[in-house]
């Protein structure tokens, strides 16, 4: 089945720091991917559509020049958490749709920021 | 805004089915019924998802009603690892954004 890498699976960085996370489709093509943030207790939160090759479109609420999200190629997605503060620190996942699969849409395993 | 209506939070005994409803009145024709589940500090895994038909595969069953304003997904035999928050969603697949509602909480005790 459709797998999507999401790396690094867990990172602490230093408040005013930046941070890189990727997200890989591994055996498909992902044209369209979608970036997601979750705190504690909470529900999945969209951030960002991103799509392959073009600027990606942010949710209401959500900063494009703090959350840098750039979709080169068709199997990888990167958001960078620029400037990062205390208050970002959350589980942030990456999902592909997966056109045509049984699954529609494949989610990495989480990536969990924490900024001290 | 998400589109479904799900319980909190429901217990189940492990052995036992666990019978997980969902109501999504208003629901087009072109949009799928999807499950989703999220076990602590993992990434959503799929379940199972269909548009109209009962649909069942190794994981569970779905169980969708005939004007598809709700449905049940079916976990036959619940275990201890099936613990995990379990969302629906009405989608029409790869032509739109996959927004969670909070899910259904659901604890399987020994």
């Known amino acids: 089945g459709a797998v999507v890498s999401q790396h690094p699976s867990w990172v602490i960085c230093k408040s005013g720091t930046s941070v890189k996370i990727e997200c890989r489709s591994l055996?498909?093509?992902?044209?369209?991917m979608f970036w997601y943030r979750q705190f504690p207790k909470q529900s999945l939160m969209l951030m960002a559509t991103?799509?392959?090759?073009?600027?990606?479109?942010?949710e209401q609420g959500v900063e494009k020049d703090k959350f840098l999200i750039n979709h080169a190629s068709l199997t990888l997605s990167t958001l960078t958490v620029t400037s990062a503060h205390p208050e970002d620190s959350s589980f942030y996942i990456c999902?592909?749709?997966?056109?045509?699969?049984?699954?529609?849409?494949?989610f990495g395993s989480g990536t969990r920021l924490t900024v001290v | 805004d998400a589109k479904t209506t799900q319980p909190p939070s429901m217990d189940c005994a492990e052995g036992r089915a666990a019978n997980l409803p969902c109501n999504h009145s208003?629901?087009?024709?072109?949009?799928?019924v999807y499950w989703y589940r999220q076990i602590h500090s993992q990434g959503p895994q799929y379940i199972i998802h269909?548009?109209?038909n009962n649909e069942t595969n190794e994981m569970a069953s779905l169980i969708i009603t005939e004007d598809r304003k709700s449905s049940t997904l079916i976990l036959p035999h619940a275990t201890l690892r099936d613990t995990a928050v379990y969302y629906c969603?009405?989608?029409?697949?790869?032509?739109?954004?996959?927004?969670f509602g909070t899910g259904t909480r659901l604890l399987v005790s020994p």
């Open positions: 999902s592909a749709v997966t056109d045509g699969r049984r699954s529609g849409y494949t």
């Open positions: 055996d498909f093509q992902a044209t369209t």
């Open positions: 991103s799509n392959e090759g073009s600027k990606a479109t942010y």
């Open positions: 208003t629901i087009s024709g072109n949009e799928y």
């Open positions: 269909g548009l109209k």
């Open positions: 969603i009405v989608i029409t697949p790869g032509f739109q954004k996959l927004v």
